[in-house]
C-alpha cells in the first residue's frame, strides 16, 4: 500500500471512548479504534495520539467546579484513556508508549519531543496525555502543539460527524460539506472545528487537518492512504 502521510498525530475525543454509553470506557469501541491503528502502523504509519477526557470530566461544563481544578481534573481524565488506548494497542501487539504533561513516572514517561520522536521511529504509538499540561487550554490545542513538535505531517481530527460544515448539520438539513477549506475560513467565521487557538497554531505552522467521521473506525487508515475522507483543512 502506498501512503499519503508517514507520519501522523491523530485526535481522538474522549467521548469517542464512551461509544452510546455516553460515559466512561467502552471496550468493544477502543478495541475497534485500536484495530485500525494497528493496520495504520502495519502498513507503516508513524502514529502519535492526543486524546481528551470528556468522557468523564470536561472542565467548561463542570458546574460548580472551580474551573482551572476542573480543568486539571479533566487532565487526569485523558491519562485515564491513554492507558486504556496503550493497553488495548498493546493486547494487539502494538508497542506503545504513553507520555504525559504531567508527571505520573509510575505509569508514564514525561513528555519529551526527542525521546517521543525516537519511538516513533523505531515503530512505537506514543500517546500524549494530560493536554498541553496547563489550565484553560483545550486537548485541541494539545493536538496541534503534540502534532507541530513531533513533525507530523497531517493532524487527523476524529469527530462525530463526516467533515466540515457551513453550519451545523444536525439543526439544518441544507448544510453544505467541505471537501476542503483554509484555515482562515475557520477563524474568520467561527466554524465548529476545533479551538480557535489551536486552529490559528496549525495555520501558523503550517500543519494540515483531516476531520472525519470515526464511527467508521477504517476512516483512520483510508486517510493515511490517501483516500477522500472527511474534510482537509489547509494552513492557506
Known amino acids: 500500500m502506498e501512503l499519503k502521510y508517514k507520519r501522523i498525530l491523530l485526535k481522538l475525543s474522549g467521548e469517542a471512548l464512551a461509544g452510546e454509553k ?3 470506557l ?18 507503516g504509519t508513524q502514529v502519535g495520539i492526543v486524546v481528551g477526557g470528556g468522557n468523564f470530566i470536561r472542565g467548561r461544563m463542570s458546574g460548580s467546579l472551580d474551573r482551572i481544578r ?37 505509569v508514564a514517561e514525561p513528555v519529551i519531543r526527542g525521546r517521543a520522536v525516537r519511538h516513533l521511529e523505531k515503530g512505537r504509538v506514543v500517546i500524549f496525555g494530560c493536554g ?26 476524529a469527530t462525530l460527524v463526516d467533515g466540515v460544515y457551513d453550519k451545523d448539520p444536525n439543526k439544518f438539513p441544507d448544510a453544505k460539506r467541505y471537501e476542503t477549506l483554509p484555515f482562515s475560513k475557520v477563524i ?3 466554524l465548529a472545528v476545533m479551538d480557535m487557538s489551536a486552529a490559528a497554531m496549525c495555520k501558523e505552522q503550517n500543519l494540515p487537518m483531516l476531520v472525519f467521521d470515526l464511527s467508521r ?12 475522507v472527511g474534510t482537509v483543512v489547509l494552513p492557506e
Open 26 to 43: 467502552d471496550y468493544d469501541v477502543i478495541n475497534n479504534i485500536c484495530e485500525s491503528i494497528k493496520k495504520c502502523v502495519d502498513v
Open 70 to 106: 476542573a480543568d486539571h481534573m479533566g487532565m487526569l481524565a485523558t491519562a485515564i484513556n491513554a492507558l486504556a488506548l496503550a493497553d488495548a494497542l498493546e493486547a494487539l501487539g502494538v508497542e506503545t508508549r504513553v507520555q504525559t504533561a504531567i508527571t505520573m513516572r509510575q
Open 132 to 157: 498541553t499540561g496547563n489550565p484553560l487550554c483545550s486537548t485541541d490545542s494539545a493536538a496541534s502543539l503534540r502534532g507541530v513538535e513531533i513533525g507530523a505531517e497531517i493532524l487527523l481530527k
Open 22 to 24: 455516553k460515559f466512561g
Open 188 to 190: 474568520n467565521e467561527n
Open 217 to 228: 473506525p477504517d476512516n483512520i487508515l483510508d486517510a493515511v492512504l490517501g483516500k477522500q
